[in-house]
Nanobody, 123 residues
Framework: QVQLVESGGGLVQAGDSLRLSCATS????????MAWFRQAAGKEQEFVAA??????YYHDSVKGRFTISRDSAKNTVDLQMNKLKPEDTAVYYC??????????????????WGQGTRLTVSS
């Protein structure tokens, strides 16, 4: 089993920066990919970013604004979010799994999920 606990959400203004953190524990060696997804009210879950063997992947809407990183010593996966926009408002979820590369953006390929942390960006 892998346990994931997100933190760092909150209420910010457009243009602000915020850092989300995902604390990992358990059998993380059984997974090869860590990712962030988000779900806005009334919308489907959306891939945000992933990190796998040191390589990073992003949704086009956050490319250049968000940065995913992994600190193996601290067992955390962070999402640095800059230039936030109201459309970034959502519940953000940390996920762990072993998707094949072509499915890295597919949430169904991830076995472990955190409880989510809410981000609200006001205009």
């Amino acid at each position: 089993q892998v346990q994931l606990v997100e933190s760092g959400g909150g209420l910010v203004q457009a243009g602000d920066s915020l850092r989300l953190s995902c604390a990992t524990s358990g059998r993380t060696f059984s997974t090869n990919t860590m990712a962030w997804f988000r779900q806005a009210a009334g919308k489907e879950q959306e891939f945000v970013a992933a990190i796998r063997s040191g390589r990073t992947y992003y949704h086009d809407s956050v490319k250049g604004r968000f940065t995913i990183s992994r600190d193996s010593a601290k067992n955390t996966v962070d999402l640095q979010m800059n230039k936030l926009k109201p459309e970034d408002t959502a519940v953000y979820y940390c996920a762990a799994g072993t998707p094949i590369l072509s499915e890295i953006r597919n949430g169904k390929m991830y076995s472990y999920w955190g409880q989510g942390t809410r981000l609200t960006v006001s205009s």
